[in-house]
């Protein structure tokens, strides 16, 4: 196999499990809203409709809180962005072990990679002459949104 077509081929996996990690990222942020009003209304479902700052505490999401009293009662912006970049790529993780577990046992393989690599092979190979051709890549698909595959300036083909 040609060296650009490994690197095309390599950065198309990467680009894929990139671009719909930053599209999980914004739901994420999106469903934590989603999360906050709806414990709001569990609460606000008190017999006087309404609420205490007490019960609002209780009702936001407590991870700060949690940061706060693990660290000493006081958190840095280091320790913070440590947080919130842990909890990232944790939910990174879990999502590519789902996306790549065969067994369904939460752990990752060569053997599962490698079967992951063999679908999406397959899926690209569209004659199914057991070789990816220029003109068979996505042109505008869910790969095309992150390079452009004809033309450029390099001697690989990725832009």
């Known amino acids: 196999m ?44 008190s017999p006087n409709g309404a609420i205490t700052f007490d019960q609002f505490s209780d009702a936001m999401d407590s991870r700060l ?18 947080a919130l970049e842990k909890a990232r790529f944790e939910r990174m993780a879990r999502r590519i072990i789902a996306r790549f577990d065969t067994r369904g046992d939460g752990t990752l393989t060569a ?3 490698t079967s992951r690599q063999k679908k999406l092979f397959a899926m690209l190979d569209r004659n199914n002459d057991g070789k990816i051709e220029k003109g068979e890549l996505p042109k505008g698909g869910r790969f095309g949104r992150h390079r452009q595959w004809d033309g450029g ?3 690989d083909g990725v832009q």
């Open 65 to 82: 809180k949690k940061l706060v009293a693990e660290n000493g009662g006081k958190l840095t912006v280091g320790e913070l962005a440590d």
């Open 153 to 155: 300036d390099g001697d």
């Open 111 to 113: 053997d599962d990679i």
């Open 2 to 45: 040609r060296k650009s077509t490994k690197l095309a081929l390599a950065f198309m996996a990467l680009a894929g499990a990139v671009g719909t990690t930053a599209y999980a990222e914004n739901n994420a942020s999106a469903k934590m809203r989603d999360d906050m009003m709806q414990r709001l209304d569990e609460a606000l479902k």
